[in-house]
């Protein structure tokens, strides 16, 4: 649950990258991917955390039912949210990547973390598109590295291919799964024995799933 501030030219390039032309059915638009969006939105939240609080942030941006994956699993944002007081310096972040399913309900950004103390890491979020058409997190895990993660000159962008039709992907018993309303991008995440934490993230492509995400944290890791 860390993040540091990108500066705005760098979403630029990725306004354009959307899955495709919008199509006409009858009266409604096809949904379709906006990376750009996604992006612009994680920057907002990390500028929001620095200005308003970090707590107070992650409350603002979290969509309902959003989680924060932690040592003992996965709680519940907004009620744990409620009960924090910002920190007097936040946690400071920026995207490296992003993936989005073809519809752009559902996106998944990836990057870097510094804490006040100068502890480094990667943080993941899952972002889920609002009926308001605005993007919410509904999932929350980073993790403190020895070395910070290697930033991009650009940050990176994959769209699900629109024409894959795939059956989920196979997750081990017990671990919790979610997919995109069309079924391009999957994500999933489970403990496993005394606190392993795990999260994977797969995009359809036209050779099936890709598999973009997986992190394996050992129990004794540091949190």
């Known amino acids: 649950m860390y ?3 990108l500066a705005a030219t760098m979403v630029l390039g990725l306004a354009a990258c959307t899955a495709g032309p919008r199509e006409r059915y009858g009266r409604f638009i096809q949904p379709v991917a906006n990376p750009g969006k996604v992006v612009a939105t994680e920057i907002a939240f990390a500028r929001a955390a620095q200005e308003d609080g970090q707590w107070t942030a992650f409350a603002e941006y979290a969509a309902d039912g959003g989680l924060l994956f932690g040592r003992n699993g996965a709680i519940e944002a907004k009620p744990w949210l409620k009960t924090q007081t910002d920190p007097p310096a936040a946690v400071a ?3 490296h990547r992003v993936w989005s399913s073809c519809d752009g309900s559902l996106a998944v950004t990836q990057g870097g973390f510094v804490d006040p103390d100068g502890q480094v890491g990667t943080f993941n ?4 598109r609002q009926s308001d058409g605005e993007y919410r997190w509904v999932f929350d895990f980073g993790y403190p590295e020895e070395e910070a993660p290697e930033k991009p000159e650009m940050i990176a962008s994959k769209v699900a291919d629109c ?3 795939l059956a989920s992907p196979e997750v081990p018993q017990g671990a919790a799964m979610a997919t995109s309303l069309d079924g391009t991008l999957a994500w999933s995440f489970h403990l496993v024995g005394e606190g392993e934490r795990h999260y994977d993230v797969w995009v359809a492509g036209d050779e099936g799933w890709e598999q973009v995400v997986d992190v394996a944290l050992a129990a004794d890791r540091p949190q």
């Open 3 to 5: 993040r540091a501030i």
């Open 125 to 128: 979020t899952v972002w889920r």
């Open 93 to 95: 972040w920026e995207p």
């Open 163 to 165: 024409d894959a039709r």
